[in-house]
């Protein structure tokens, strides 16, 4: 893990096209502006375990609950 120190509107670089810097710090919480481009998606981490549990999930479900969706057709 690399770990880097920024202060109040300082920033740090990512490849060409990612920028990410320091908004604001008010206490023990830190604002951070992300630049990135659109096809990058950007999530906070509890939000992305959220997505990889329910894709995990929903990966697993057995065929013929996948049969009842409309227009799906599961041999």
């Known amino acids: 893990m690399l770990i880097l120190s920024r202060k109040l509107k300082e920033s740090i670089r ?9 908004l604001e710090i008010i206490g023990d919480q830190v604002k951070l502006g992300i630049d990135a481009p659109k096809a990058i998606d950007i999530h906070r981490s509890e939000v992305y375990m959220q997505i990889q549990m329910e894709n995990n999930e929903a990966a697993n479900l057995p065929a013929h609950v996948l049969s009842t969706l409309p227009g799906k057709d599961v041999k």
């Open 14 to 22: 990512i490849g060409d096209n990612i920028e990410i810097k320091v």
